[in-house]
């Protein structure tokens, strides 16, 4: 029989799926085929029909036609398609069994629609209140949410939406709106007023007048049912008026609360209360709101459910309170009339854990003046406040009442309890005891008069564990032992020169040459093994009297197996001794090189030999080629700096940023002039010169260029020949500039020499000219006209003086 029913059921829906797109007897078309938005509002009743006549949830429906072959997307349509064919009210006939009640001509707001808060500038005083953060705050808002169930105590208004739902021996669906006569109207029943009456009351009515035309509803076993649900409710308009950042008229959801209205306002302003909110209906206070009560105590009790037209009046506060200090909150606080400082306190949220908590500090505005009410402990429960009265509470003072301490080489350091008649030797004990290298002859007490200047009390750690003397101890005393290593210099030893790790190292007892060098890593492979020196400062009884000594030195042989002679296996270092290891005199560190340029074989070589010169690198590297221009051979050398020098040298040249990298490179080495045509010509002669570790020789291809730069006005560089001297290649780039200082003329060679101007009767004689090389023409320096013109005005003032001296002098 149910396998029958729901064919049945199965068999109307799909008929009523396919009519759009086939013939009303084919029952076996698929639904996933058909265009829902397609359908018209014919076949959609009929759909309602079909599920109606079975006794089918529109759920139970859909899952049928999911299992058909329906896709969601179809489902989600259909289902929409039917809820809005329900809200309207246009079916004709009695073909269906949904009745609606004629819609008022406002129709419902929707529920998640409604006023948006809007921003204003805050003033400080405002922010300081509190409660204006609790809604004005970007993490808590009293926003209304519109998606939760209407509770049983929620008031039917003008426009709402009752669904009624008949099942069980009969079956009907009613949506009915609450007309502006408050009542809904129930076909074939007549209005219910059910205006203003909680949803639960409003059920009930509903239900018992239902049994008169239902009557299968009546006795006590009933076959028919009915269920009552709200549907679209309409909003509410609402009047926040008084003392708010924002006063004026908000659209609200009809679930809305006061605290939702008092949000879109921002909340009471610098002058409003949080303690006395008025919600006024129908021309009377219906509920006074203290929102202290949910901030403190998070009570709602009095956040009531708004109507249409309710007004909400902040009132102006009664008493303000200011409350500073070391309380968990602090601002102004607002207290209504009878409240004491415990009232303040709680709404403070009570005291910090540093705060003096036996006594507030109370001042109060006498309308004239200002006086101080000392407010203890006891008296917080009896003390009215009044406004204008700020409440402050000071901290604890750093001060300990049974504080001592105890410190150095014991093995529990720190701060302990003072007891009554505690002495030094119970301290100790608790501290567990003295450690194995405390100094056992002093200690010293540090302690506080009555003045709280410091007095040093000395003891004997030895004589106080011995029982011989004891020390009673007082408040905030502060006991320092120290151990032998706090009363004597670092002991160390030192080894330099050629081992692994040179440094510092702690002295032992009984330690050894070979002892330091392993903890040193060893040797280098450059150590001088065979005699290894050891310097050692005189003891305190050799510096009694002035002597010539200053060290004591030793010196002994040993292998790289770190193995001494006998002596020198004997031999125990002293702390603060010095190990030097030489580097062997025959070993030099590896040199290379470098020759660049028109050689054979250009590249990096290393120093064979300390007297290798530039004709024996040049040699190794194969000779000159055809090309190379031997007169513009030059030689770079770096410079032996300091790391401070080179620093400061690198520092001034970083100074131009026209530098390149490879330019400031070039700080750490010097240009050498050379002559290779002679060198080649007569090798080891004194211009062969010797090649030192990190030497660049560069031998350039044939020059073909004259530079001319500096103080001419056409700066650039010239094709060479032998015709031109050096003035002419001046008068080739524009001849001297107006500020040239013609006689100090000098050329630089591309070997790295320079050859000056001279002068003689004849006139200037200029350097000789050749490939590659560089004139430079310098520029005099700027004169002062100024400071000149002072010079010979003081200059021509004082011989006039010295003139007229000596006329007088000599009449």
Same mark, same amino acid.
């Given at each position: 029989?149910?396998?029958?029913?729901?064919?049945?059921?199965?068999?109307?829906?799909?008929?009523?799926?396919?009519?759009?797109?086939?013939?009303?007897?084919?029952?076996?078309?698929?639904?996933?085929?058909?265009?829902?938005?397609?359908?018209?509002?014919?076949?959609?009743?009929?759909?309602?029909?079909?599920?109606?006549?079975?006794?089918?949830?529109?759920?139970?429906?859909?899952?049928?036609?999911?299992?058909?072959?329906?896709?969601?997307?179809?489902?989600?349509?259909?289902?929409?398609?039917?809820?809005?064919?329900?809200?309207?009210?246009?079916?004709?006939?009695?073909?269906?069994?949904?009745?609606?009640?004629?819609?008022?001509?406002?129709?419902?707001?929707?529920?998640?629609?409604?006023?948006?808060?809007?921003?204003?500038?805050?003033?400080?005083?405002?922010?300081?209140?509190?409660?204006?953060?609790?809604?004005?705050?970007?993490?808590?808002?009293?926003?209304?949410?519109?998606?939760?169930?209407?509770?049983?105590?929620?008031?039917?208004?003008?426009?709402?939406?009752?669904?009624?739902?008949?099942?069980?021996?009969?079956?009907?669906?009613?949506?009915?709106?609450?007309?502006?006569?408050?009542?809904?109207?129930?076909?074939?029943?007549?209005?219910?007023?059910?205006?203003?009456?909680?949803?639960?009351?409003?059920?009930?009515?509903?239900?018992?007048?239902?049994?008169?035309?239902?009557?299968?509803?009546?006795?006590?076993?009933?076959?028919?049912?009915?269920?009552?649900?709200?549907?679209?409710?309409?909003?509410?308009?609402?009047?926040?008026?008084?003392?708010?950042?924002?006063?004026?008229?908000?659209?609200?959801?009809?679930?809305?609360?006061?605290?939702?209205?008092?949000?879109?306002?921002?909340?009471?302003?610098?002058?409003?209360?949080?303690?006395?909110?008025?919600?006024?209906?129908?021309?009377?206070?219906?509920?006074?709101?203290?929102?202290?009560?949910?901030?403190?105590?998070?009570?709602?009790?009095?956040?009531?459910?708004?109507?249409?037209?309710?007004?909400?009046?902040?009132?102006?506060?009664?008493?303000?309170?200011?409350?500073?200090?070391?309380?968990?909150?602090?601002?102004?606080?607002?207290?209504?009339?009878?409240?004491?400082?415990?009232?303040?306190?709680?709404?403070?949220?009570?005291?910090?854990?540093?705060?003096?908590?036996?006594?507030?500090?109370?001042?109060?505005?006498?309308?004239?003046?200002?006086?101080?009410?000392?407010?203890?402990?006891?008296?917080?429960?009896?003390?009215?406040?009044?406004?204008?009265?700020?409440?402050?509470?000071?901290?604890?003072?750093?001060?300990?009442?049974?504080?001592?301490?105890?410190?150095?080489? +014991?093995? /529990?350091?720190? =701060? @302990?309890?003072?007891?009554?008649?505690?002495?030094? *030797?119970? $301290?100790?004990?608790?501290?567990? !005891?003295?450690?194995?290298?405390?100094?056992?002859?002093?200690?010293?007490?540090?302690?506080?008069?009555?003045?709280?200047?410091?007095?040093?009390?000395?003891?004997?750690?030895?004589?106080?564990?011995?029982?011989?003397?004891?020390?009673?101890?007082?408040?905030?005393?502060?006991?320092?032992?120290?151990?032998?290593?706090?009363?004597?210099?670092?002991?160390?030893?030192?080894?330099?020169?050629?081992?692994?790790?040179?440094?510092?190292?702690?002295?032992?007892?009984?330690?050894?040459?070979?002892?330091?060098?392993?903890?040193?890593?060893?040797?280098?492979?450059?150590?001088?093994?065979?005699?290894?020196? +050891?310097? /050692?400062?005189? =003891? @305190?009884?050799?510096?009694?009297?002035?002597?010539? *000594?200053? $060290?004591?030195?030793?010196?002994? !042989?040993?292998?790289?197996?770190?193995?001494?002679?006998?002596?020198?296996?004997?031999?125990?270092?002293?702390?603060?001794?010095?190990?030097?290891?030489?580097?062997?005199?025959?070993?030099?560190?590896?040199?290379?090189?470098?020759?660049?340029?028109?050689?054979?074989?250009?590249?990096?070589?290393?120093?064979?030999?300390?007297?290798?010169?530039?004709?024996?690198?040049?040699?190794?590297?194969?000779?000159?080629?055809?090309?190379?221009?031997?007169?513009?051979?030059?030689?770079?050398?770096?410079?032996?700096?300091?790391?401070?020098?080179?620093?400061?040298?690198?520092?001034?040249?970083?100074?131009?940023?026209?530098?390149?990298?490879?330019?400031?490179?070039?700080?750490?080495?010097?240009?050498?002039?050379?002559?290779?045509?002679?060198?080649?010509?007569?090798?080891?002669?004194?211009?062969?010169?010797?090649?030192?570790?990190?030497?660049?020789?560069?031998?350039?291809?044939?020059?073909?260029?004259?530079?001319?730069?500096?103080?001419?006005?056409?700066?650039?560089?010239?094709?060479?020949?032998?015709?031109?001297?050096?003035?002419?290649?001046?008068?080739?780039?524009?001849?001297?500039?107006?500020?040239?200082?013609?006689?100090?003329?000098?050329?630089?060679?591309?070997?790295?020499?320079?050859?000056?101007?001279?002068?003689?009767?004849?006139?200037?004689?200029?350097?000789?000219?050749?490939?590659?090389?560089?004139?430079?023409?310098?520029?005099?320096?700027?004169?002062?006209?100024?400071?000149?013109?002072?010079?010979?005005?003081?200059?021509?003032?004082?011989?006039?003086?010295?003139?007229?001296?000596?006329?007088?002098?000599?009449?």
């Amino acid at each position: 029989m149910i396998r029958l029913f729901r064919k049945t059921l199965f068999l109307g829906l799909i008929f009523a799926f396919a009519a759009l797109g086939a013939e009303a007897q084919n029952t076996n078309i698929n639904p996933a085929t058909v265009n829902v938005n397609a359908l018209s509002d014919k076949q959609i009743e009929r759909i309602i029909s079909e599920m109606e006549k079975n006794g089918m949830s529109l759920e139970e429906a859909m899952a049928l036609a999911r299992a058909r072959g329906a896709s969601q997307m179809q489902i989600d349509q259909m289902t929409q398609r039917i809820k809005d064919y329900k809200l309207k009210n246009q079916f004709a006939g009695s073909n269906t069994n949904v009745q609606t009640s004629e819609l008022p001509a406002e129709s419902p707001a929707d529920l998640s629609a409604g006023s948006e808060k809007k921003e204003f500038k805050a003033t400080e005083k405002n922010k300081e209140i509190f409660g204006f953060h609790f809604f004005n705050s970007e993490n808590l808002s009293f926003a209304p949410n519109v998606d939760v169930p209407v509770s049983d105590s929620y008031a039917l208004g003008i426009g709402d939406e009752v669904n009624i739902a008949v099942y069980g021996a009969s079956q009907q669906s009613y949506m009915l709106v609450v007309q502006k006569n408050g009542a809904i109207i129930i076909p074939d029943l007549g209005p219910v007023n059910v205006y203003g009456m909680s949803f639960a009351k409003a059920s009930e009515k509903i239900k018992s007048r239902l049994i008169s035309i239902y009557n299968g509803m009546q006795g006590n076993q009933p076959n028919t049912f009915a269920d009552v649900s709200l549907g679209a409710l309409k909003g509410v308009k609402v009047n926040v008026i008084g003392e708010v950042n924002l006063p004026g008229t908000y659209d609200l959801p009809a679930t809305a609360s006061v605290f939702n209205a008092l949000y879109l306002a921002g909340g009471p302003n610098e002058n409003g209360s949080f303690r006395v909110i008025d919600l006024i209906r129908d021309g009377k206070v219906i509920n006074s709101v203290d929102v202290y009560e949910y901030l403190i105590d998070g009570k709602t009790q009095n956040n009531v459910q708004l109507r249409d037209q309710d007004v909400i009046m902040v009132r102006p506060y009664v008493n303000r309170i200011k409350v500073a200090g070391e309380f968990k909150r602090t601002g102004l606080f607002e207290a209504k009339d009878g409240e004491f400082v415990a009232d303040i306190l709680r709404f403070a949220g009570g005291f910090t854990d540093k705060a003096y908590t036996h006594r507030l500090d109370l001042y109060r505005n006498n309308s004239r003046t200002l006086s101080v009410v000392d407010v203890p402990a006891d008296k917080y429960n009896q003390i009215t406040l009044m406004n204008g009265d700020e409440i402050k509470s000071g901290a604890i003072t750093e001060r300990f009442e049974n504080r001592i301490s105890i410190e150095g080489a +014991v093995y /529990r350091p720190g =701060d @302990y309890q003072l007891l009554d008649g505690m002495k030094l *030797s119970e $301290l100790i004990a608790k501290a567990e !005891g003295l450690k194995e290298e405390a100094f056992m002859e002093r200690g010293v007490i540090t302690r506080k008069q009555k003045d709280l200047s410091l007095e040093a009390i000395s003891f004997s750690p030895r004589e106080v564990l011995n029982g011989k003397a004891d020390v009673l101890l007082q408040r905030e005393d502060r006991i320092q032992i120290s151990s032998i290593f706090d009363l004597r210099e670092a002991r160390t030893v030192e080894i330099v020169g050629e081992v692994q790790f040179p440094g510092s190292y702690a002295w032992a007892e009984n330690m050894k040459i070979a002892d330091l060098i392993f903890q040193a890593g060893g040797f280098l492979e450059n150590a001088e093994v065979s005699s290894v020196e +050891v310097s /050692r400062v005189l =003891d @305190y009884n050799e510096t009694k009297e002035l002597t010539k *000594s200053l $060290l004591h030195t030793y010196q002994y !042989g040993l292998d790289r197996n770190l193995k001494l002679d006998a002596e020198g296996e004997a031999f125990i270092l002293n702390a603060f001794d010095k190990v030097y290891i030489r580097r062997a005199p025959g070993y030099r560190p590896q040199g290379t090189a470098s020759v660049q340029g028109e050689v054979k074989y250009a590249g990096e070589y290393g120093i064979t030999r300390k007297d290798e010169k530039i004709s024996d690198v040049i040699r190794r590297a194969g000779g000159l080629t055809p090309e190379a221009y031997v007169k513009g051979a030059s030689l770079r050398r770096r410079i032996e700096l300091s790391e401070a020098e080179y620093q400061a040298k690198l520092a001034i040249a970083m100074q131009d940023t026209t530098m390149n990298a490879e330019e400031v490179e070039k700080v750490q080495y010097q240009i050498v002039g050379i002559d290779l045509p002679k060198i080649m010509k007569e090798p080891g002669c004194v211009e062969d010169l010797q090649m030192l570790d990190g030497d660049q020789l560069m031998v350039p291809s044939k020059l073909q260029t004259v530079m001319v730069s500096g103080s001419v006005l056409n700066p650039v560089a010239h094709t060479f020949t032998d015709k031109k001297k050096a003035k002419d290649y001046i008068m080739s780039s524009g001849g001297f500039a107006q500020r040239a200082k013609k006689g100090k003329v000098y050329v630089l060679y591309a070997n790295g020499t320079t050859a000056a101007t001279k002068g003689g009767l004849f006139g200037r004689r200029f350097p000789r000219i050749e490939p590659g090389c560089e004139i430079i023409v310098p520029e005099k320096p700027e004169v002062d006209k100024a400071a000149n013109a002072s010079k010979w005005l003081a200059f021509t003032s004082t011989l006039a003086s010295l003139i007229t001296a000596i006329a007088v002098a000599t009449r």
